[in-house]
């Protein structure tokens, strides 16, 4: 192996990227004023199930690719001195406990702007200059992962054995293939799958297999070089997927990990209600009561058909 490649594998992962410059046309109108990621999920913004994960995994820089109209998003980590004093002096400190979580540490979070919705591939290859020569974690705050161990924590560990890049990948619909990056799988090994290629949106009569890529990555600094190179790919906007394509061949390679968790899409409304429900009916203070509410409505529902 060569030194660069065997250096990338023991570097620790310690930034990640959160690219939040989408459009959320799936939640308009919502998303003509807020952000997708402040949108709240019980009671706390996806981004913060993002950035729970992330610190998690060890990571300690936070970087942001925003765009116009996510100034929402920014103030979300900042300080609020008159909220914080106001509970302060009434005694609240369960809630600043609660805001604590919020807050990030002087220079440990970073903002890039993306000035133009050019893609996933793009968002992430504007973060470039703050990330540098080392491995680093990509996450998207609208797939919202429920898992006993996050599933970015499963990642750097599952990485610090094959190095390269790794993907979060799962198995959908064989007729969902045209929604996903997919992998076309070289070895199998169960948890962890070797790719020798990647393509991304297939129709299920192209797909080389099921199993897709979903909102997680560990990238080496050699996609975004990839990315600064890129022709515009699939759909007009510039593939992470491609980028990270040109890699199978490398001695380390592109690696797909069988995480253990659920996949919630936030992006889409029907995976933003089924995550509202599962993590609604999952929490210790809101749960039961939640539950007795759904079963009366299904009863209701059922003896009006
Ligand atoms: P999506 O494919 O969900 O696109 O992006 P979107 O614009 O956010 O939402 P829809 O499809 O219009 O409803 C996946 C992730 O990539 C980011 C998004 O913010 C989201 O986290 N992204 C996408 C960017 O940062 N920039 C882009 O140009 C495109």
Redesign the pocket.
Known sequence: MRNNESNMRTKKITKAV??????????LPA?KSIP??IMTLVDRPLIQYAIDEARAAGIKEFIF?T?RGKSALEDYFDHAPELESELRKKGKTELLDILKDTNMDSGAIAYVR?N?????G??VWCARRLIGNEPFAVL???DVIAADRPCLQQMVEAHAETGGCMVAAMEVAPQRTSSYGILDIGEDGGTIVRAKGLVEKPRPEDAPSNLAII?RYILTPKVLTNLNRMKQGAGG?IQLTDAIAEEVDTAAGVHGLRFRGHRYDC??KIGFLQATVAFGLSRPDLGAEFESFLHELMATQKAAQ
Request: proline share 7%.
């Open positions: 959160f690219p939040v410059a989408g459009l959320g046309t799936r939640f998303t997708k990621e690719v765009a993306q133009r919705a050019l893609g996933l793009h968002a998207l705050p609208d909102g906007e992006g889409s």
